[in-house]
């Protein structure tokens, strides 16, 4: 049996392995607050005004379309933990194609990163053990960039309008699509425009402002475990010991805006390429959000994978980069999920993660930055003494 035929019964009995998962292993922590949220929004109620027991399990931090989620939960409560899985083995699927065509990966390079999409524990915990649908974030995202590759700018903007309607947080992608081309793309940012205003004006005749509570609920939030603000309220946090300063959370939001306008202008400046754009700036956002939760960085595990398949792995700092980041995230996942870091011995972890997530992400930040501007700085030298083309597949 080749290669291929050997990923494709891998593939086949991953995908049937996780569909029975979600039927017969019961729902744990965050899907137990949408099931809550979505029965509350049957019964009539309004999806940010929650109940008691509702806001003991998490306040519905969501965007509009999280609501309909309640369509094929209204049918069987499994069903949305289904397509989430469905999704991401749609995306797996869709990425392992593109890997397999790829001219600028070897073919040991293929197989590591066909692994990495279907076997990842980290991917498996986030979307099939907690049923979060962070997945179908990195799709709707991912989806967006590559149409817009493709000069199809109308459905990329839709694309990322879906995506911000579900969790906030992709918006850092829109100036970086809406200049892709070193020039404003009126077509994306007017379809942006308009679908966000369909979407928000509904959701507003419906049930009033409340959705804003969503977003003020996301901003008043404690720093979480792979934040570095998280490591700085800690026990072990040097502002504490140096300084007597506890808690410095209120500095995310305008550190995430400053680092992001930076990385914007270098973006310009130095005419990165949209998908490295996109990788770097939600990195960037990671490194400074306050609210360290795992499931975040499915977006930015996934968006590699798809950075690596059309940028080419040939140098071996970057490649090392991302895969320390990727055995990062695996190995806190699996140590959350059975020896909860959180609890007893452990407990030390959740003080110091945020440390080291904020290291390894500078260092992956740092190798995308050097070798992105100097490859864009040869190039630029290159069409300024010549007419030739340079292949700059790394």
Request: proline share 3%; hydrophobic share 50%; glycine share 4%.
């Amino acid at each position: 049996m080749c290669g291929k035929q050997w990923i494709q019964v891998l593939f086949v009995i991953a995908f049937i392995t996780a569909v029975l998962y979600c039927i017969f292993r019961p729902a744990v922590q965050d899907y137990i607050a949408y099931s809550l949220h979505w029965s509350h929004i049957l019964s009539g109620g309004d999806p940010w005004v929650g109940t008691a027991e509702m806001n003991m399990y998490g306040h519905n931090a969501y965007g509009p379309l999280y609501i309909l989620f309640v369509l094929p939960f209204s049918i069987d409560q499994k069903l949305p933990r289904i397509i989430f899985t469905i999704i991401w083995f749609a995306l797996a699927y869709w990425l392992i194609k593109k890997i397999y065509n790829s001219g600028k990966i070897q073919n040991k390079t293929k197989i590591i990163l066909t692994l990495i999409l279907i076997l990842s524990p980290f991917l498996w915990l986030r979307t099939v053990h907690f049923g979060q649908f962070d997945i179908i974030l990195a799709a709707l995202s991912l989806w967006s960039i590559d149409t817009k590759q493709q000069n199809k700018s109308i459905l990329s903007g839709i694309l990322i309008t879906l995506a911000i309607a579900l969790k906030y947080y992709p918006i850092v992608f829109v100036p970086f699509i809406f200049f892709s081309e070193r020039k404003p793309d009126f077509k994306f940012f007017f379809t942006f425009v308009v679908t966000s205003a369909v979407i928000f004006a509904t959701t507003y005749l419906i049930w009033g402002d409340t959705f804003i509570m969503a977003i003020k609920y996301a901003s008043a939030r404690p720093s979480k475990m792979l934040s570095i603000f998280r490591f700085l309220r800690g026990t072990y946090s040097p502002l504490k010991i140096i300084t007597g300063i506890h808690n410095v959370d209120r500095l995310s939001t305008l550190t995430i805006m400053i680092s992001g306008f930076i990385i914007f202008i270098i973006y310009i400046r130095n005419k990165i390429d949209l998908i490295t754009g996109s990788v770097i700036a939600i990195n960037v956002t990671l490194l400074f959000y306050k609210v360290g939760h795992q499931q975040f960085h499915v977006l930015l595990y996934v968006l590699l994978v798809y950075w690596m398949l059309n940028k080419g792995v040939s140098d071996k700092l970057t490649f090392k980069a991302i895969m320390i980041y990727m055995l990062f995230i695996n190995i806190y996942d699996i140590g959350y999920v059975s020896l909860s870091w959180y609890k007893f011995h452990w407990s030390f972890v959740r003080e110091i993660c945020g440390l080291f997530s904020f290291v390894i992400m500078s260092f992956l930040l740092y190798v995308l930055l050097y070798k992105q501007t100097n490859i864009t700085s040869a190039i630029i030298v290159s069409n300024d003494t010549s007419n030739q083309q340079l292949d700059y597949s790394d």
